[in-house]
């Protein structure tokens, strides 16, 4: 009898989890074509290993969304929106430096109305100079950065950046 | 007996997410047809700015009366839609750190030069924020502009639904009804066709 009461419940566990997994495929049928404001920039690094109490070098990975470009940390047209990392320092991480990769050429429009950019597309790292304690720290920050495709462009954003640290 | 009552209950919760969804799709592309049914001027082989929702919105002005607005210009002065009755009028929204947009701008520039017999007048509305009045200057006078630059107001982008991107532009005829929109910058010939549509040559 305790048996078949606890098979009974694992089948009504089992048609629960069902019913969530159903269900939220059906709303994300719905939603599957909803931009919405959304990033175009995400970051790719969760956690880094370090040596701890040592200077440094760790790369954070960000990814731009295929189609889209962000402006390089150094842009050609100084009004345009350079991309920028800027992390604190403490709670067992202390930043030293960033360093930003070179942008690839891009052509905005065609013949003589064209323009070159510097750009950021698909996956880019930013070098990140810094010391960890030994532990576990995290490295915080936000990257400032702004997308365009080749039509249109998006405002400013700030991506969160939140990277586990451990010095060993 | 209670088991099938659970599983009754079960089955209709399925049945009910499952509708749910179903009912979301329907709605959703319903909208997107309706949107789709548009002008919307969107650069060759480029990607459709995305934002369909937002799109739509500001699409629903199309022969509308464009919203009135009164806002200042470079120089301080005021300048309301209304002073422009009577004539064809380009309302374009753009932000100093918008690359399409400074291609874009030089064309209406040019434009507002070969139809200036015809009336046609070109607003171009800042959307920057917090950037100082002397940077959109500047900005403008790079970019070879001597058209009205306008700054913006805190009701302007709702008022005009504004999609979360740059650039996008009302063409309105001489009786201030848009009868063009684009989002994003699109090819010159299409954007002169809209300039000509709202002079009604």
Known sequence: ?168 | MRRIGVLAAMVVLVGLLVWAGVYNLRQRRAAMQKAQSQVVLVKDGATPPVGGISAASSTELQGKAAPAFTLVDLEGKKVSLADFKGKPVVVNFWATWCGPCKLEMPWFEEFSGKYKAQGLVVLGVDQDEDTPKNVVSEAARKVGVDYTILLPNKTIAKDYALGDYLPETFYLNKDGVVVGHSLGAPPKDEMEAEIKKAMGI
Do not use: W
């Open chain 1, 1 to 168: 009898m305790k048996g078949q009461v606890l098979g009974f419940r694992f089948q009504v566990l089992g048609m629960a989890v069902l019913a969530l997994v159903v269900g939220a495929s059906a709303q994300d049928i719905s939603f599957g074509d909803v931009p919405a404001k959304k990033a175009h920039v995400v970051l790719l690094s969760d956690g880094v290993d370090v040596a701890a109490g040592k200077a440094q070098v760790v790369e954070l990975r960000f990814r731009v969304e295929p189609g889209f470009h962000i402006n390089s940390h150094a842009p050609k047209d100084p009004l345009l929106i350079a991309t920028a990392l800027k992390l604190d320092t403490g709670h067992g991480v202390d930043v030293q430096g960033v360093d930003y990769p070179k942008g690839s050429a891009f052509q905005l429009g065609q013949g003589k109305d064209a323009q070159m950019l510097d750009v950021y597309q698909g996956e880019f790292r930013v070098r990140v100079r810094m010391i960890a304690d030994a532990g576990n720290s995290t490295m915080t920050g936000m990257l400032r950065y702004q997308a365009c495709d080749d039509a249109a462009c998006f405002p400013p954003k700030n991506l969160v950046v939140k990277v586990a640290v451990t010095g060993k």
